[in-house]
């Protein structure tokens, strides 16, 4: 008996790990891939013959990238409107998990289940009316205006995972607090903020690369250079050109390298804070 | 130091009532016990002492002062929380002089402050340290530290033991005692120990239900519990409760159970009033002793447990298991027939119907 | 202790100018009020309104209108229900309607099952597995253009890596164009998508792994339950919850979202891929009749209620 369990488990073992390498390769072999084809002279891109390892190393295609595309400019337009959604996130969506987090009142329940239930709305039924809306108030094909768009469907996002981290802190230290003299407002920010502080990193970078990576809004709520953000940009390229792979892989690797750090950088607290709370809800 | 008096407190969320017309009143320098089951109410009442939560009625008095509409932070309290609720970010010298830096106490009558509180506690050499690096007992004293620096009017303790190992406990416990009698700053302390309760309060008050089941002091609710309630909630093992008819058996009160007759003297006057009806005789474990007499019990030994200072006896008595606490030296075997009779005088009598003391 | 209470009270500094003016004061006095913890949701609760409810209200009496911002002499005059009889006879919309089935169901299976595959792996938490995690997590937080382009680069018909590698290993005979022919291009978005998101199933059911307690296991163990039926028996049923709730999100994300389709191909060849929201999007970006737009979001949007309405009643009753 107890010589077949543990040959089982070995058995399980060994899947395991051929399991997770096999995987853990079909994840980053494009990646890799893309690198490899950013870093190659354009006729070892285009060739008869695949060139697996780049025997010849260029940099041309991300030089050609920054001086020639705009793309800093849309780097630069991306970084704005990422910032600025995870500023609004930041200021009214803290105090709002916090409220959640914190206390009980009427009507709590059905709230949180509304900022939830308002991802579920098409983003196409709301992309149209946020145009004329935005058109209307003149703040389409503007950073602000995107930035605020993104709030739609991420402001719901960041309340309810930065919820999961303000539970995670002890409902006494606020009582512990108020005795202590400071303000139900003094203990939001001198204690329990500060206890969350990871969690409210960890769920300002997931907002942000959400932000940085999105498409559809971007691509319908920007018309020109002054607003457009990377993806869109990066999308017209294909157009523009005839399928320049090489500068389409330099522009990729760049844009999602700032992702690949913050998410190595955070990825434990984000992770723990999207499962808290997409498992809660 | 105050006195804490608590006027008609009710308390209910939505429809339902947790708290039922509380009324208590202690002295200065008293401490006062909360003991109840988990859900009886007592850490509200509690709460609503400190004005963490509004209560739906009735006062508040700490000292001369209605506190009612008073933020916890003016009514000059200490609470310690089962949980310690020590800030984390914060090294324990600024946990302990967080409340004095709120009320811009300057800083060197801070550090005062916190260096005598650490000394009377002997956590001086943690002081650096932060929270999450202390043992669960430093972390006790760090949240006593925190209580006694502001000399409040009234510490609150909310069932401040339950997160330790038992011997830890049994330490702190009596550490608690040392300094309340030095203090001598009136306490209010909830728990479901039993235990805590005997050792600690001045006072203890049951609870039940949102509902004060009996407060007197511990002796009082131990030798004479309001109710079957009371009477079984203190005590281990529980006090055993034996269903019988009270009769008036040449001029002495009798009590029939099944084949068995105990022999009632210095009982409670009011019990005649019962005699013919029903009654539900409560006897301590430790009322018993080994031998026949006037008053006495014959089953079959059903479980013995030793304990070391005392033997645990079960006796199966016609079907009803009656448990008793006898010296170390009785080691029945199970299976055998025993008798034991019952010091009456510590026995109490209960209405079945109400559950009330005779 | 021995000072005395007055002691400490006479050395509080009183309020100076400033305290008295610092409008943290007025909010801290606000913040002990009973309305306080509406207060915080406020801001949060206009903006939802705003940039949610709003236009979501405002797309649904689009849905009743004539609105083509191309048209302007059409006017915007109330149509009744003009775009939905129109849908009745449209046969993309039919067309769409089906390829969402396939595209969502498709790619949930695949998701699921890889990530569970994953999940369960993972959580044996065998030395050296956390960096795979990593890597295995990494697609999920990669932006949909980027993993579009990467896909496309790999399965390029001319310079293609993967054709490269099937015709060297004889399963292909020549380069092949999977994104140009109608009978592979959904496949291979589905492939496309299934890499990009798995790890979304991984990262929710190995939370939901997690909390099963071990001594589950212990126990099935010495009733003598193998690897199989511990997974049939305890694992599954524990995580039906999680399971439930990961797939609602998922197919929420795969029906709302046309991002991928759009990057990878537009919908074609032909109308192969075409999407409900693909659809719907490209009818108010390419030819901007927001109205027949609208009315396909709201389908879109009542459908995707009523798939989670049936769902999570399903997955209750399951439960009982």
């Known amino acids: 008996m107890a010589v077949a369990r543990s040959r089982s488990k070995l058995v399980l073992d060994i899947g395991s790990y051929v399991v997770l390498i096999f995987l853990a390769f079909i994840c980053i072999a494009p990646i890799v891939w893309t690198f490899l084809t950013s870093i190659k002279l354009e006729e070892d891109i285009v060739t008869r013959n695949m060139i697996y390892i780049p025997t010849r190393i260029t940099f041309e295609h991300y030089v050609n990238l920054w001086n020639q595309s705009g793309y800093p400019v849309l780097v630069v337009n991306s970084l704005i409107t990422t910032s600025v959604t995870v500023l609004i996130c930041m200021l009214t969506g803290t105090i709002a998990a916090y409220s959640f987090s914190r206390f009980h009142f009427r009507g709590r329940t059905q709230l949180m289940l509304a900022y939830l239930i308002v991802r579920m709305f098409p983003a196409v039924l709301m992309i149209v009316p946020l145009f004329i809306v935005m058109r209307q108030v003149g703040l389409l094909d503007s950073s602000i205006g995107l930035a605020i768009a993104y709030t739609s469907f991420l402001l719901p996002l960041f309340v309810w995972m930065l919820k999961g981290f303000f539970d995670a802190a002890p409902k006494e230290l606020e009582s512990a607090a108020r005795i202590d003299g400071t303000t139900r407002l003094g203990a939001m920010f001198r204690i329990v903020i500060p206890i969350a502080r990871n969690g409210l990193l960890a769920t300002a970078v997931f907002v942000g690369i959400a932000a940085w990576n999105e498409y559809l809004f971007a691509l319908m709520l920007t018309t020109s250079q002054g607003s457009r953000t990377w993806p869109v940009g990066l999308q017209l390229m294909v157009g523009e050109f005839q399928l320049p792979w090489g500068m389409l892989a330099a522009g990729g690797i760049i844009s999602i390298l700032p992702v690949i750090v913050l998410f190595a950088f955070v990825q434990r607290a984000m992770v723990a804070g999207i499962t808290a709370g997409a498992v809660k809800g | 130091m105050a006195t804490l008096s608590i006027k008609g407190v009710r308390k209910s969320f939505g429809s339902v009532e947790v708290l039922h017309n509380i009324d208590l009143e202690l002295e200065d320098g008293g401490f006062l016990v909360l003991l109840g089951p988990s859900g009886c109410g007592k850490s509200t009442l509690l709460s609503i002492i400190a004005g963490l939560e509004p209560s739906s009625g009735g006062d508040v008095v700490i000292g001369e002062r209605t506190v009612n509409d008073i933020h916890p932070k003016d009514r000059n309290i200490a609470m310690v929380f089962q949980s310690y609720a020590l800030y984390p970010t914060m090294s324990v010298r600024r946990n302990i002089g967080f409340g004095l830096e709120m009320r811009r106490v300057d800083t060197s009558s801070r550090e005062d402050a916190i260096g005598r509180a650490a000394d009377l506690l002997q956590i001086s050499h943690l002081l650096d340290r932060k929270p999450g690096q202390l043992s669960g007992g430093q972390r006790q004293r760090v949240a006593m530290g925190r209580a006694i620096v502001r000399n409040p009017d009234l510490f609150l303790f909310d069932e401040p033991l339950s997160n330790l190992d038992a011997k830890l406990r049994v330490e702190m416990r009596t550490e608690i005692k040392r300094l309340h009698d030095r203090l001598g700053t009136s306490v209010v302390y909830v728990t479901h120990d039993q235990v805590e309760a005997m050792t600690l309060g001045t006072k203890v008050a049951v609870m039940k239900g949102g509902v004060i089941q009996q407060l007197a002091d511990p002796q009082t609710i131990y030798e004479q519990p309001a109710n079957m309630f009371v009477a079984g909630f203190i005590g281990s093992p529980t006090m055993n409760f034996l269903n019988g008819t009270l009769e008036n058996q040449d001029g002495k009160l009798v009590l029939h159970h099944g084949e068995e007759t105990l022999e009632l003297s210095g009982v409670a006057k009011g019990a005649s009033a019962y005699v013919g009806k029903k009654v539900v005789a409560g006897i301590r474990p430790e009322t018993f002793s080994k031998g026949a007499g006037p008053s006495a019990l014959t089953g079959i030994v059903d479980v013995v447990e030793p304990t070391g200072p005392d033997t645990m006896v079960v006796l199966d008595v016609g079907g009803q298991m009656i448990s008793a606490r006898l010296g170390s030296r009785e080691r029945p075997h199970p299976g055998e027939p025993m008798t034991l009779s019952v010091d009456t005088t510590a026995l109490n009598l209960f209405d079945p119907e109400t559950g009330d003391r005779i | ?320």
Do not use: C
Request: without cysteine; positive net charge; proline residues 5%.
């Open chain 3, 1 to 320: 202790m021995t000072s005395n209470p007055q002691s400490i009270m006479a050395s509080s500094r009183p309020l100076s100018t400033w305290d008295r003016i610092n409008p943290a004061r007025y909010i801290g006095e606000l913040s002990e009020t009973r309305f306080w913890m509406y207060l915080l949701l406020l801001p949060s609760a206009l903006l939802i309104m705003g940039v949610v409810i709003y236009p979501t209200l405002y797309g649904f009496q689009l849905s009743f209108r004539e609105m083509r911002l191309n048209r302007p002499d059409l006017g915007t005059d109330w149509v009744l229900l003009k775009h939905y009889q129109r849908m009745l006879s449209d046969q993309i919309f039919w067309i769409s309607l089906r390829n969402t089935a396939v595209w969502v169901t498709a790619a949930v299976t695949i998701e699921f099952s890889v990530g569970l595959i994953a999940a369960l792996a993972l959580n044996r938490n065998l030395p050296g597995t956390k960096v795979l995690a990593v890597f295995i997590l990494l697609p999920f937080f990669l932006p949909n253009v980027v993993a579009g382009h990467m896909w496309a680069l790999m399965l390029d018909p001319r310079l293609g890596v993967i054709n490269d590698l099937l015709v060297k290993v004889g399963l292909l005979g020549g380069y092949k164009a999977w994104f140009a022919d109608p009978s592979t291009a959904m496949a291979a978005a589905i492939i496309v998508e299934a890499w990009h998101s798995f790890p979304f199933f991984t990262l929710l059911l190995l939370a939901g792994l997690k909390g099963i307690p071990t001594d589950l296991y212990k126990a099935a163990d010495i009733d003598g339950a193998g690897s199989i039926s511990q997974l049939r028996l305890i694992t599954l049923p524990m995580l039906k919850t999680v399971i439930a709730a990961a797939v609602i999100l998922r197919v929420i994300g795969l029906v709302n979202s046309p991002d991928l389709l759009l990057i990878l191909t537009s919908g074609g060849p032909g109308r192969s891929t075409q999407v409900l929201s693909l659809y719907a999007f490209q009818t108010a970006y390419k030819d901007f009749n927001f109205g027949y737009a609208g009315a396909l979001s709201v389908i879109m949007f009542i459908l995707l209620m009523m798939f989670a309405w049936v769902y999570v009643r399903l997955s209750k009753v399951n439960q009982d």
